[in-house]
């Protein structure tokens, strides 16, 4: 049934995930996603340095409400809206002997989902969030590009890697992914694994809660250093949607220096994060699209509204629009709706379902109200908005589709839930590590710092790379180009092929052990474990056997992350990776070697980030040349048109341009490039719009900031090929404007491409891994 209903929703929104009885998963791009670009504000709270015996100052209305000012103010500055997040008071926490102030309490939860009949977990929130409001209080975990994910023919474990997709592709973005990850792998064979909020709500056309747009800094790959770093590609670059401003210390806790100032020793301010004093504003990437209350589950549009043609049992298993729209133009028949009273017996209420929609009876009748006090609820609901018919209309189905979940309160989720907001990542204080995971909250011992459903790769053998358009059968270790990122988010054994990859922030967490204290005397401070109790079906899985798991195309197993002593807020949580990965760390550091890092080399990051005119290296000089960098290459906003499929100077092929003077070449194949430039003050904001075609930079123009520019096609599968790209002619633009060129990095020349990059998984501990799981035999 899973895969049937996969399949489907794949078909209808280009990899949208179906929804997981076991687990809800993640979806593509909702198909009415959009980007909302009010910013918010985080409201700091400032604690005494540890160590220095400073007593936290006080916290109280004014310091509040002067923070809120500040948004307010900055938002009139900037010209854009402020949204402030929901706050909710803080609370003390004692770590040792220092009482430090703890943020607001969490308000982000995995719970037992409220759908029926599935019984897996949703995502629930214990606050009110307004529309346009974030839901997270701080970053999401990182993007993870999965490679080649889908290729399954022709490829060595073929059925395993089958089986993998078919996973997988439950879980992970094939739309709304960033342009820079597509430039990476343009072909259409990268999948964008983010786990966390990408990877976790669950299903509903009806009350569809959440959107999300990509960070506007969505790739940072200055994180460590190309000459020295052997931790060079060994991370994602890629950023979680919900991380506009990692940089930026995100933690409520900040600490005051011993003159009484703000220490601001990690704070990075892109040009569009703003920071006022302990106020810092951020773009936030997941939104309310409505107005939810606290104790909702919160859902994700995957696209998948509409009952197919075919019989497919597992819809009728499943509520859908249709349902909700046939329950909606009955309930139109009662009082105060309509002229007929509420039907006092079941059979009248059934008679009057239409036997001819495409809805299923007997969901419609769940869905009727059955007594007066069913009717009086949902007529409240719609009184909400009897100034707008449409969203009265709405709220109409809104009400009916609450009346077949099965309702939470806040004090059950918090009971029953654990809490999903704990860790958020930040440059970690280990140096080659990337980012790490950062209590956000105070945890106890024993507590439970993140639960961790996990998917599971039965052979990470499946994970290796290869080249291209060869038969990779032929000779798989002539082939072999490397192995896939995600391994390094994983945990494994190294006697059992089996990887488990969480689908929560669990992948920050970095290592440190009590043998080699990278993190301090004290070692880590917390530990990996089995699900304790939460997820019951885990218990039975632990007993199938690895070729029953790999046919499952939905996660089954689930681990958590618990602390083994009192962490602070802001403090970094660590992990002991085990002892083969020690090793394996320290014999790559051992043989590693840098790159070639060619004179005036800039990351990305750098080069989207400096001010001044373009360098010399990224321009050619000559209407005829394109520049071939190392790493990068230049892309343009680039606004199609007419020209692009029919424009009759580019009608004719022409393979003697080159042999054209350069007065000739601008008379037949330029023209005026000052409209390609982005619709909103907010400049390369959507970073998923397929609106950047690769291009040349050829001169500077004479007015500042100004530069002509040749385009070339776009390699992406779903632009149309230019009718100038047909032909073999250029398209050269004048007048174009700096700000409308970005820079990304070159198609497998990314640092996670490199020759010789780590790759291990993360150890799980000994004894958690059953017997008949260890199917490796030893090397000697």
């Given at each position: 049934?899973?895969?049937?209903?996969?399949?489907a929703?794949?078909?209808?929104?280009?990899?949208?995930?179906?929804?997981?009885?076991?687990l809800?998963?993640?979806?593509?791009?909702?198909?009415d996603?959009?980007?909302?670009g009010?910013?918010?504000?985080?409201?700091?709270?400032?604690c005494?340095?540890?160590?220095?015996?400073?007593?936290?100052?006080?916290?109280?209305?004014?310091?509040?409400?002067?923070?809120?000012?500040f948004c307010?103010?900055?938002?009139?500055?900037?010209?854009?809206?402020?949204?402030?997040?929901?706050?909710?008071?803080?609370?003390?926490?004692?770590?040792?002997?220092?009482?430090?102030?703890?943020?607001p309490?969490?308000?982000?939860?995995?719970a037992?989902?409220?759908?029926?009949?599935?019984?897996?977990?949703?995502?629930?929130?214990?606050?009110?969030?307004?529309?346009?409001?974030?839901?997270l209080?701080?970053?999401?975990?990182?993007?993870?590009?999965?490679?080649e994910?889908?290729?399954t023919?022709?490829?060595?474990?073929q059925?395993?890697?089958?089986?993998w997709?078919?996973?997988i592709k439950?879980?992970?973005?094939?739309?709304g992914v960033?342009?820079?990850?597509?430039y990476?792998?343009p072909?259409?064979?990268?999948s964008?694994?983010?786990?966390g909020?990408g990877?976790l709500?669950?299903h509903?056309?009806?009350?569809?809660?959440?959107?999300?747009?990509?960070p506007?800094?969505?790739?940072?790959d200055n994180?460590?250093?190309?000459?020295?770093?052997?931790?060079?590609?060994?991370?994602?670059?890629t950023?979680g949607?919900?991380?506009?401003c990692?940089?930026?210390?995100l933690?409520?806790v900040?600490f005051?220096?011993?003159?009484g100032?703000?220490?601001l020793?990690?704070?990075?301010?892109?040009?569009?994060?703003?920071?006022?004093?302990?106020?810092?504003?951020?773009?936030?990437?997941?939104?309310?699209?409505?107005?939810?209350?606290a104790?909702?589950?919160i859902?994700?549009?995957?696209?998948?509204?509409?009952?197919?043609?075919?019989?497919?049992?597992w819809?009728?298993?499943?509520?859908?629009?249709?349902?909700?729209?046939?329950?909606?133009?009955?309930?139109?028949?009662?009082?105060p709706?309509?002229?007929?009273?509420?039907?006092?017996n079941?059979?009248?209420?059934?008679?009057?379902?239409?036997?001819?929609?495409?809805?299923?009876?007997r969901?419609?009748?769940?869905?009727?109200?059955?007594?007066?006090k069913d009717?009086?609820?949902?007529l409240?609901a719609v009184?909400?908005?009897?100034?707008?018919?449409?969203?009265?209309?709405?709220?109409l189905l809104?009400?009916?589709?609450?009346r077949?979940?099965?309702p939470?309160?806040?004090?059950?989720?918090r009971?029953?839930?654990i809490?999903l907001?704990?860790?958020?990542?930040?440059?970690?204080?280990?140096?080659?590590?990337?980012?790490?995971g950062?209590?956000?909250?105070?945890?106890k011992?024993?507590?439970?710092i993140?639960?961790?459903?996990?998917l599971?790769?039965?052979?990470?053998?499946i994970?290796k790379?290869y080249?291209?358009?060869?038969?990779?059968?032929?000779?798989?270790?002539a082939?072999e180009?490397?192995?896939?990122?995600?391994?390094n988010?994983?945990f494994g054994?190294?006697?059992s092929?089996?990887?488990?990859?969480?689908l929560t922030s669990?992948?920050?967490?970095?290592?440190?052990?009590s043998?080699?204290?990278e993190?301090?005397?004290?070692?880590p401070?917390?530990?990996?474990r089995?699900?304790?109790?939460?997820?019951?079906?885990?218990?039975?899985?632990?007993?199938?056997?690895?070729?029953?798991i790999?046919?499952?195309?939905?996660?089954?197993?689930s681990?958590?992350?618990?602390a083994?002593?009192?962490?602070a807020?802001?403090?970094?949580?660590?992990?002991d990776?085990?002892?083969?990965?020690?090793?394996a760390?320290?014999?790559?550091?051992?043989?590693?070697k840098?790159?070639?890092?060619?004179?005036?080399?800039?990351?990305?990051?750098?080069?989207?980030?400096q001010?001044?005119?373009?360098?010399?290296t990224?321009?050619?000089?000559?209407?005829?040349?394109?520049?071939?960098?190392p790493?990068?290459?230049?892309?343009?906003?680039y606004?199609?048109?007419?020209?692009?499929?029919?424009?009759?100077r580019?009608?004719?092929?022409?393979?003697?341009?080159p042999?054209?003077?350069?007065?000739?070449?601008?008379?037949?194949?330029?023209?005026?490039?000052?409209?390609h430039?982005?619709?909103?003050?907010?400049?390369y904001?959507?970073?998923?719009d397929y609106?950047?075609?690769p291009?040349?930079?050829?001169?500077?123009?004479?007015?500042?900031?100004?530069?002509?520019?040749?385009?070339?096609?776009?390699?992406?599968?779903?632009?149309?090929?230019?009718?100038?790209?047909?032909?073999?002619?250029?398209?050269i633009?004048?007048?174009?404007?700096?700000?409308?060129?970005?820079?990304?990095?070159?198609?497998?020349?990314?640092?996670?491409?490199?020759?010789?990059?780590?790759?291990?998984?993360?150890g799980?501990?000994?004894?958690?891994?059953?017997?008949?799981?260890?199917?490796?035999?030893?090397?000697?």
């Amino acid at each position: 049934m899973k895969d049937e209903m996969n399949a489907a929703m794949r078909q209808r929104t280009g990899g949208a995930k179906a929804m997981d009885g076991s687990l809800g998963p993640s979806s593509s791009a909702p198909s009415d996603s959009h980007a909302v670009g009010e910013d918010g504000c985080r409201l700091f709270f400032f604690c005494g340095r540890s160590g220095q015996g400073r007593k936290p100052p006080s916290i109280g209305t004014i310091t509040l409400v002067l923070s809120v000012a500040f948004c307010a103010v900055g938002g009139l500055l900037w010209s854009r809206p402020i949204v402030p997040f929901s706050f909710e008071l803080s609370s003390k926490f004692s770590v040792g002997t220092q009482e430090v102030i703890s943020q607001p309490q969490c308000g982000i939860w995995m719970a037992p989902s409220s759908l029926r009949p599935f019984s897996g977990f949703g995502i629930f929130t214990t606050r009110n969030v307004l529309l346009g409001e974030p839901f997270l209080h701080a970053p999401d975990a990182v993007s993870v590009q999965v490679l080649e994910a889908r290729r399954t023919t022709d490829m060595p474990l073929q059925e395993s890697r089958k089986w993998w997709w078919k996973l997988i592709k439950n879980y992970v973005w094939t739309r709304g992914v960033p342009d820079h990850a597509r430039y990476s792998h343009p072909t259409g064979l990268m999948s964008d694994f983010q786990p966390g909020f990408g990877s976790l709500p669950n299903h509903h056309c009806i009350l569809n809660s959440l959107t999300h747009r990509v960070p506007q800094v969505p790739y940072v790959d200055n994180l460590v250093d190309r000459n020295s770093s052997p931790g060079l590609g060994a991370f994602s670059y890629t950023l979680g949607r919900g991380e506009s401003c990692f940089k930026l210390r995100l933690l409520v806790v900040q600490f005051v220096d011993e003159a009484g100032r703000i220490d601001l020793q990690d704070f990075v301010s892109p040009q569009h994060c703003r920071v006022f004093g302990s106020v810092v504003c951020w773009t936030p990437d997941f939104v309310a699209k409505r107005n939810v209350k606290a104790g909702e589950e919160i859902f994700l549009n995957y696209g998948y509204c509409k009952r197919s043609k075919q019989s497919r049992s597992w819809e009728e298993t499943m509520y859908m629009p249709e349902d909700f729209q046939e329950a909606s133009r009955i309930v139109k028949m009662f009082e105060p709706f309509g002229p007929m009273p509420l039907p006092q017996n079941n059979v009248s209420l059934a008679n009057l379902i239409d036997s001819k929609s495409n809805a299923i009876p007997r969901h419609v009748y769940d869905i009727l109200p059955k007594t007066e006090k069913d009717l009086e609820s949902i007529l409240a609901a719609v009184n909400e908005h009897a100034f707008d018919p449409d969203l009265a209309e709405k709220a109409l189905l809104q009400a009916l589709a609450r009346r077949v979940l099965e309702p939470k309160s806040v004090d059950w989720i918090r009971k029953n839930g654990i809490c999903l907001e704990q860790l958020v990542p930040k440059k970690s204080t280990l140096p080659d590590a990337g980012l790490g995971g950062f209590a956000q909250y105070g945890v106890k011992k024993d507590e439970i710092i993140v639960p961790a459903p996990v998917l599971q790769v039965v052979d990470k053998n499946i994970l290796k790379l290869y080249k291209r358009d060869v038969n990779v059968l032929k000779d798989p270790e002539a082939y072999e180009i490397g192995t896939g990122l995600i391994m390094n988010y994983c945990f494994g054994h190294p006697k059992s092929s089996m990887l488990l990859c969480p689908l929560t922030s669990a992948v920050l967490l970095n290592h440190c052990s009590s043998r080699t204290k990278e993190c301090g005397p004290d070692g880590p401070n917390a530990a990996v474990r089995w699900s304790s109790g939460w997820d019951a079906p885990s218990y039975e899985w632990r007993n199938k056997t690895l070729e029953e798991i790999e046919q499952h195309p939905w996660r089954v197993l689930s681990l958590e992350v618990i602390a083994t002593r009192d962490i602070a807020p802001g403090e970094e949580v660590f992990i002991d990776y085990g002892v083969e990965w020690e090793k394996a760390w320290a014999d790559h550091v051992n043989h590693w070697k840098s790159p070639d890092v060619p004179p005036g080399f800039l990351t990305a990051q750098e080069a989207n980030l400096q001010e001044g005119p373009i360098p010399e290296t990224f321009i050619s000089g000559d209407l005829r040349k394109t520049v071939d960098h190392p790493y990068l290459f230049t892309a343009c906003q680039y606004i199609t048109s007419g020209t692009d499929s029919h424009g009759s100077r580019y009608s004719s092929p022409n393979p003697d341009w080159p042999k054209l003077t350069d007065k000739e070449i601008l008379a037949q194949y330029s023209s005026d490039g000052a409209k390609h430039v982005y619709s909103t003050d907010k400049g390369y904001a959507k970073h998923s719009d397929y609106s950047h075609w690769p291009c040349t930079v050829l001169y500077p123009e004479k007015e500042e900031g100004k530069y002509m520019v040749r385009i070339h096609q776009s390699p992406f599968r779903k632009v149309d090929e230019a009718v100038w790209h047909k032909n073999g002619v250029p398209r050269i633009l004048t007048n174009f404007s700096q700000e409308s060129i970005h820079y990304f990095v070159k198609p497998e020349s990314a640092d996670q491409m490199l020759p010789g990059v780590f790759r291990h998984p993360i150890g799980i501990p000994d004894g958690l891994y059953p017997d008949h799981w260890l199917n490796v035999q030893e090397s000697g």
